[in-house]
Nanobody
């Protein structure tokens, strides 16, 4: 059974940092791209970042470029999202997901086949 479990969310002041983790099991995740999405109340789920199976390619939403960094540890089947210079508009539930291939772009949610339950990130002003 495939499982993705996020952790590391919490409450932080604007300008602060958090590191999210997503632990994967039930699949050889080192062979697959991974992504992070977020969803704020009343809003659509939006793409945040993605990383290729090797870690050699990354892709970011414009809203987080230069502030967030995605990485992965193949030995631990874990993907990370380092979030710096956080803003109140970053407040959301953050979810990790995996997809079968990179495709033309990893930014669309329809390409992802397994999802975690999410971890709440709240940034106070």
């Amino acid at each position: 059974q495939v499982q993705l479990v996020e952790s590391g969310g919490g409450l932080v002041q604007a300008g602060g940092s958090l590191r999210l983790s997503c632990a994967a099991s039930g699949r050889t995740f080192s062979n697959y791209p991974m992504g992070w999405f977020r969803q704020a109340p009343g809003k659509e789920r939006e793409f945040v970042a993605a990383i290729s199976w090797s870690g050699g390619s990354t892709y970011y939403a414009d809203s987080v470029k230069g502030r967030f960094t995605i990485s992965r540890d193949g030995a631990k089947d874990t993907v990370y999202l380092q979030m710096n210079s956080l803003k109140p508009e970053d407040t959301a539930v953050y979810l990790c997901a995996t997809r079968a291939s990179w495709g033309s772009t990893p930014r669309y949610r329809e390409g992802y086949d397994y999802w975690g339950q999410g971890t709440q990130v709240t940034v106070s002003s």
